[in-house]
């Protein structure tokens, strides 16, 4: 039967007008995409990862054998640096190794850590943690020395943030506020697309906001943050988690960010929900959770297992024009120019680099 089948489609297939056998027209002529301009981008303004900045997270294989491997790239300095050091210390004090991801909540996060610890379905002794770790206060969620730069002759972070067209100041505002009511709501959409800071803008590598002269990342989606409990708790490092959603900007400023997936996203994302609080495997769905069986500071692997990445310089004319073509897409499949994107929409362009090259 199956022969027949067979048989029966290619003759149908064969009895169709020409026209109708070939595939998808071509894709029309227009301006360049996003991908198209990153595609093209000359190598001097990719800027290499330092493989002391890349955590690498071996999950147990899947359900078919295959490998699942995640890659972490840590956030630089001035931000969240002693979250930072402590989880390069956990690392290689191999702290990690066999604990598992205890919570999986739709369109917010993933997060890994000892199931013992913090967990309200988590019963016996929390593992214990290696000495040495610093404990951060709530005054390090910001920075106030950080201070953005653009490339000198081509100003591209500046042109970026145009682009991203989120950029709200006090002037803005005072200035909205000031109108008639009727026409506050219209100004505001336009001039607030960000509400939760005065500045947005993606410098240095890294979606940053800021106010009042104090600056924090951002959570987009595939963010790296400590989890912690109550005020006045930081969290060590030993907790982390993910976004896996849309982006819970209300966390910026009260929760440390540390970095983000640059690798093996697809590993965490796809992972089955809990059902219990906040996303929580309960005690009948201790099967669920997925065992990390280790995490690696790449710089202590040896070269041939050392991954190796690189990021679209920031402050580059091509990420300007990259942001710009995000924010205001021309390509030939769009109708209508968004005229903005919100900081997370303009992912920063990361790529595997092969050995050698």
Not at 13 to 31: K, N, V, Y
Not at 112 to 121: F, I, R, T
Not at 137 to 149: C, L, W
Not at 333 to 341: L, R, S, T
Request: charged share 20%.
């Amino acid at each position: 039967m199956k022969k027949l089948l067979l048989t029966a489609a290619c003759a149908f297939a064969l009895s169709l007008p020409a026209h109708a056998q070939t595939e998808a027209p071509e894709e029309p002529e227009g301006a360049p995409s996003p991908n198209q301009i990153v595609d093209a981008t000359p190598q001097a303004e990719w800027v290499t990862i330092a493989p002391e900045d890349l955590l690498v997270m071996t999950l147990v294989p899947d359900a078919e054998g295959t490998a699942r491997e995640v890659v972490i790239q840590l956030m630089p300095a001035p931000f969240s640096q002693g979250w930072v050091d402590n989880i390069r210390k956990l690392a290689r004090a191999k702290w990690y190794d066999d604990i598992t991801v205890n919570r999986v909540q739709d369109n917010y996060v993933v997060q890994w850590g000892d199931p013992n610890y913090d967990n309200p379905e988590g019963e016996g002794v929390a593992k214990p943690l290696p000495e040495g770790l610093s404990v951060m206060d709530e005054g390090e969620y910001t920075e106030d020395s950080f201070v953005p730069k653009a490339s000198p002759d081509k100003g591209g972070l500046q042109a970026a943030a145009t682009a991203i067209g989120i950029i709200a100041s006090r002037s803005t505002l005072e200035t909205i506020f000031s109108l008639p009511a009727n026409e506050q709501q219209e100004a505001g959409r336009a001039a607030l697309a960000d509400r939760y800071a005065e500045f947005s803008s993606i410098a240095q590598g890294w979606p940053i906001a800021g106010r009042n002269e104090e600056f924090w990342p951002v959570h987009c989606y595939g963010m790296v943050g400590v989890g912690r409990g109550y005020s006045p708790d930081t969290g060590s490092g030993a907790e982390l988690y993910t976004v896996i959603g849309h982006a819970p900007r209300h966390l910026d400023r009260n929760i440390a960010l540390v970095g983000r997936i640059i690798s093996g996203m697809e590993h965490l994302s796809s992972l089955p929900r809990g059902s219990g609080a906040l996303g929580f495997y309960t005690a009948e769905e201790a099967d669920k959770r997925t065992p990390i069986l280790s995490v690696r500071v790449a710089s202590d692997l040896p070269d041939g297992e050392r991954p190796q990445f690189e990021y679209l310089s920031t402050e580059s004319e091509t990420f300007a024009r990259y942001a710009e073509a995000r924010a205001n897409r021309r390509d030939p499949f769009f109708i209508v120019p968004a005229g903005g994107a919100d900081i997370c929409n303009i992912p920063v362009p990361v790529r595997p680099v092969s050995a050698g090259e």
